[in-house]
């Protein structure tokens, strides 16, 4: 039987996974980690993006995470989101839309809207947009 770590995955409004395994992947602010069990202890901030979960019975499970925090202890990861949902369940439709609103801003140099904030948009829709992506690839295999 291959180690495993407990993952928890929460946001503000409600814990939307929890279980065993064997490997968390996440998008964090400084780049990519992988966590296995027995990983050294890690506080890090998430920035928009995926969270992929390697079940202990080989399954592959997706979320998206708008951004947050990751802790990593030696058996349990905990990820702390601002919003999470499963990859399966974003919006595609709105996600686009998000993202076309978001570059006419960027474009738009006449905009009340605030740049930082145009462009964090921009970013948190191209992630739903990848975790779509890649949860459909995952589910054709």
Known sequence: ???????????????????LAEAVFASAVEGEVGIYPRHTPLLTRLKPGEVRVLRDNGSEEQFYVS???????????????DTASRAADVDEAAALQAKADAERALSDSS???????????LAEAMAQLRAI???RKTTKR
């Open 1 to 19: 039987m291959a180690m495993t770590i407990h993952v928890d995955i929460v946001s503000a409004e409600n814990e939307i996974f929890s279980g």
């Open 67 to 81: 951004g947050g925090m990751l802790e990593v202890q030696p058996h349990v990861v905990t990820v702390l989101a």
């Open 111 to 121: 905009a009340k809207r605030d740049f930082a904030e145009a462009q964090k948009e």
């Open 133 to 135: 992506e890649r949860a």
